[in-house]
């Protein structure tokens, strides 16, 4: 790429992430000082169904990864008395997002009053935050926050003198990949073993503790108070059509300036690495890119090129917008190994539930650690595809469906390299054999992991 | 076989629905895999069973629905209005076969040497949809073998495809929650909880559920292979309860005993013990000819038949006051019906007395099937009892063998001793009677301790296996079983004996009895379970 086509003027749009260069954003005083609390008394005098329609207005989808219109998964809550819980998704645990933990670390109260809007919305009197467990800064951050919005009165008994009352509580998860699946993440959350539950019924309908549960990501949370401040159409103002509003992304791989990014949806991916990113290091070429987290289907560099970071656009191209982690792939990078270090990934976090899935991962892995030893057999090629085309779809969550995936787009767009890795018994591109890798020789010890 | 059905007595509204071109009609709620079990259609599946909550996870019951592009989990899709379902399609097939291999992949295919071979849903399935080599060339994932679960279950985790029916036994059937599964992904493998044991009393159901080898029951395994078995059903007569089950037996005896399904009684299980009364029915622990007590010998061996003939004489010259029974809740209705007109009508006593073992207890339930009552049928005593307007007290009975009122005492003793603890008090009761003609299946060591003894002639009785009768259990319900088979054909039923004393003529077919369980030809299970290999993992768990 010659440094003409790259077109500099693609900025990003500071949005959410508007003061989070300010220390002090992170605090009540430095918060409510940029801004900050200015909704939620708003709010507040508002009919909570006015904040629905109003999010179901602005177009405003889900950032964990699906994509789901939040407005709509409001909607589906039982018209009833019933006691509901608010959950907020932070457990961020898809490979190469790390954009919750930005938004945790630097702008808490964010979160929090958007919490407080979103709960009061859809009538929940609780909510819990659940963290990752190994962001501990992150759960800091929002203990000290939440606390702050106790004593400032935005939590508790009678917020603001409105009648409403809601609590909020921080919930350290333990680190597995699944509890971020929301069913999962609410079994995680009951005290069981983290995994996803069979549905119907839906959370929304019998989630948490068999109580109606509203599941939402971090960034969706914190969005909701601007909708309030700018309304539908000035959210609308950013992004396309079918997706409205701007997201973070974080820019990781191969790349010269790693990092989170603002930009509108609809932003073109190509500027989102040369401009934003900086390109591949010098005398490195682009070779692919995972467009939206580990999961999401892998792009070449022609394709990426000619992607645009908004839903449909990224669907049209095969792939998925994710999280929206952004992992570039440059030309020294064996993509056999790059997909074992996936596999190996999937296996281990696979909770063990389904079938497909159990037998799948661990399966996957075992093929593409023997291709990287060496021991690959051309068969071994077809062999992968045919068994991700069989987990696909077909298990409770979508863990299934993330392991297969990255295997289909990746062999299929990238057969040379794991032909000629099954052939010569060593990398395209590095050529040398990796050794076994140091987990490999764990499958014959029992109780591994 | 009793064929009671108990239907919902809710009304519910019914649907129209086709399967497999089939057009049904079902109860509204009902899952597609009900309605196909409900209506005798096949379906794999493995985690799904009908007495317990739905997992959804071993996505095997692939069905295709009209509209819907993707595949549905039968187990967990609710039928509605108009539904176009099958399971027959090419795609079903492919993603069945599919399903089957990834439980296969990691599965030690050790058939010849596990016991589940020849019931094994892995190999229906196999048969079914697969018969393919598999493609997995990897090495296997290696997990624990002989993991000993508690008194009655051991484990193979290997042969275990994870479907969670034994977890979801314990935690929603018997209640007691010892199971879970321990590890993710393919390392997950069922266990028990830290510091407990598979230790309960319906623990073999989890075995019976077992959809492959990976639970087996230590009474059971490697007695016989599945296919040398023939079954049949019948009644347990372990308790007043009265599951309904089916008794596993060759030539050389009875091997097992499992529940079978009925919906107003058991539902689908039985507990541990009831499993255990085919062990009093085998020719080891049984009495096979008529000996007789005098001058302090035992001696005067004879076949039942003669031995009885010989006692008409005494019936015939006996009073009716120097007469008495005593009868258990062991024996069919249809027999006591004749014992107890026999006596009352044909020989006019009415001293008739019912030896009742457990009258603290008879009321206890624990609150799932084990009943307190360890006789099938006193309800059908006792009704047959004041059909003849009998009714005695046990003292009378007590008073009248001190006073030497009694002279002749026929007592039809229990077929399962080991219900009956006071066995020993109550035979040293009875041989106060000048003539005391006992009948029983069970052979007794207990008379060598009994030192009164003066004339006792025992009588071989045929077991609830080799006979066809009736058991009233405790709601009153009147299940009527069938013979089984043959174990001692010596032997004969209370009617039979009835008959007989009352001098009418009777055919007594003697069969060469093929059965040949004894002690000596049981073999020992000679798979040492060591401790070391007890639930290892779950103790170290987080060690590795």
């Known amino acids: ?449 | 076989m009793s064929e009671i059905i108990t239907e919902n007595k809710t009304e519910k509204k019914m649907l129209n629905c086709k399967i497999n071109g089939v057009a049904l009609f079902v109860k509204e709620g009902s899952t597609i895999i009900q309605a196909m079990y409900e209506n005798q259609q096949k379906i794999a599946h493995y985690c799904w069973h009908p007495g317990l909550s739905i997992a959804g996870v071993c996505r095997l019951c692939m069905v295709e629905v009209t509209g819907n592009p993707r595949l549905q989990i039968a187990c967990n899709t609710q039928v509605i209005e108009g539904m176009d379902i099958n399971n027959t399609s090419a795609k079903v097939i492919e993603a069945t076969k599919w399903g089957l291999d990834f439980h296969l992949i990691n599965h030690p295919l050790d058939c010849p040497v596990c016991d589940q071979a020849g019931e094994c849903g892995l190999q229906d399935q196999y048969m079914e949809f697969g018969q393919y080599n598999s493609e997995m060339a990897e090495p296997k994932t290696k997990k624990h073998k002989v993991v000993d679960l508690g008194p009655t279950v051991v484990l193979d985790s290997e042969r275990c495809i994870l479907c969670s029916r034994c977890v979801r036994f314990t935690d929603e059937v018997s209640k007691t929650n010892e199971l879970g599964i321990f590890n993710r992904g393919d390392h997950a493998e069922i266990g028990t909880h830290a510091g407990k044991k598979l230790d309960n009393k319906y623990s073999l159901n989890t075995v019976d559920i077992c959809p492959v080898g990976a639970l087996t029951s230590k009474d059971f395994r490697f007695r016989q292979r599945a296919w040398y078995l023939k079954d049949a059903e019948t009644i347990c007569n372990g308790c007043s309860t009265g599951c309904s089950t089916k008794v596993y037996f060759n030539k050389e005896g009875l091997f097992r005993v499992k529940p079978k399904h009925n919906a107003a009684v058991n539902g689908y299980w039985m507990c541990d013990e009831g499993r255990n009364t085919y062990k009093f029915v085998n020719k080891e622990s049984r009495l096979l000819k008529s000996y007789q007590f005098k001058n302090n010998s035992w001696g005067f061996e004879s076949m039942a038949g003669a031995a009885t003939r010989n006692l008409i004489n005494i019936f015939k010259t006996a009073k009716a006051d120097e007469m008495a029974l005593v009868l258990t809740g062991q024996q069919t209705v249809e027999e006591y019906e004749a014992i107890v007109s026999f006596f009352a009508d044909h020989l006019k006593s009415k001293n008739i007395f019912h030896w009742n073992n457990n009258e603290s207890t008879v009321n206890d339930f624990d609150g799932l099937l084990i009943r307190g009552d360890k006789n099938p049928n006193t309800k059908g005593l006792l009704q047959v009892l004041s059909k003849h307007q009998i009714s005695t007290k046990w003292t009378d009975l007590e008073n009248q063998l001190a006073s030497g009122k009694i002279k002749n005492l026929v007592v039809v003793g229990p077929e399962n001793i080991s219900v009956y603890n006071d066995l020993e008090l109550k035979l040293n009761l009875f041989s106060k009677a000048e003539h005391l003609i006992y009948l029983s299946s069970a052979s007794l060591p207990q008379w060598e301790n009994i030192k009164t003894l003066k004339y006792v002639t025992v009588i071989p009785l045929k077991t609830y296996i080799e006979k066809s009768g009736t058991f009233i259990n405790y709601a009153g319900l009147a299940q009527k079983f069938n013979k089984v088979t043959t174990v001692v054909s010596e032997a004969l039923t209370v009617s039979e004996f009835a008959q007989l004393a009352k001098g009418e003529e009777l055919k007594i077919e003697y069969v060469v009895s093929e059965n040949l369980m004894t002690s000596e030809h049981q073999r020992a299970d000679q798979v040492v379970l060591e401790h070391r290999k007890k639930n290892e993992f779950v103790f170290n768990r987080g060690q590795f």
């Open chain 1, 1 to 449: 790429m010659s440094a003409s086509e790259i077109n500099t003027s693609a900025n990003e749009i500071k949005y959410l992430s508007e003061f989070y260069h300010l220390p002090e954003f992170k605090t009540l005083e430095g918060y409510k000082k940029n801004g900050g609390y200015i909704q939620l008394p708003k709010a507040l005098k508002m009919q909570p169904q006015e904040i629905i329609d109003l999010v179901k207005a602005s177009g405003l989808r889900g950032r964990g990864g699906a994509g789901f219109a939040t407005g709509m998964k409001w909607g589906f809550l039982p018209k009833n008395n019933e006691p509901r819980y608010l959950l907020c998704n932070a457990d961020e645990g898809e490979p190469g997002t790390f954009k919750d933990r930005m938004m945790m670390e630097k702008a808490p109260h964010q979160l929090v009053e958007g919490m407080i809007i979103s709960g009061f919305a859809i009538g929940s009197k609780k909510s819990y935050i659940y963290v990752r467990g190994e962001y501990s800064d992150s759960i800091n951050a929002l203990e000290v926050a939440i606390a702050e919005a106790y004593k400032a009165g935005f939590l508790g008994r009678n917020i603001l003198g409105s009648g409403f009352d809601h609590d909020m509580d921080v919930y350290r998860g333990a680190g597995a990949y699944i509890c971020g699946e929301e069913t999962g993440m609410i079994s995680s959350l009951e005290g069981l073993k983290g995994q996803p539950k069979l549905k119907p019924p839906f959370p929304a309908i019998q989630g948490y503790l068999k109580k109606p549960t509203i599941v939402n990501n971090v960034e969706t949370l914190a969005a909701v108070k601007y909708i309030l401040r700018d309304g539908a159409a000035g959210y609308r103002k950013y992004g396309t059509e079918k997706s409205a509003g701007t997201k973070l992304f974080s820019l990781s791989g191969n790349i010269v300036k790693p990092g989170n990014y603002e930009v509108p949806l609809g932003f073109s991916l190509k500027d989102m690495i040369y401009g934003l990113g900086g390109g591949t290091k010098p005398g490195k070429k682009l070779k692919a890119v995972i467009p939206g987290g580990s999961s999401a289907p892998v792009l070449t560099a022609d394709e990426a090129e000619r992607a645009n970071l908004d839903y449909e656009n990224l669907a049209q191209m095969g792939t998925m917008l994710g999280s929206g982690a952004i992992i570039v792939i440059d030309d020294s990078k064996c993509m056999v190994e790059c997909l074992a270090n996936l596999m190996h990934f999937y296996h281990h976090e696979s909770c063990g539930q389904c079938t497909p899935c159990r037998e799948g991962t661990g399966w996957l892995d075992k093929i593409t650690t023997s291709i990287l030893a060496g021991r690959g057999r051309l068969s071994d090629i077809e062999l992968l595809l045919k068994v991700a085309d069989n987990m696909k779809g077909k298990t409770i969550c979508a863990l299934s469906d993330a392991a297969a995936l990255p295997v289909l787009s990746f062999v299929s767009k990238f057969r040379d390299e794991f032909e000629f890795y099954v052939r010569e018994g060593k990398s395209k591109v590095k050529g040398v054999v990796y050794k076994t890798p140091s987990y490999q020789s764990d499958h014959s010890k029992l109780g591994a992991h």
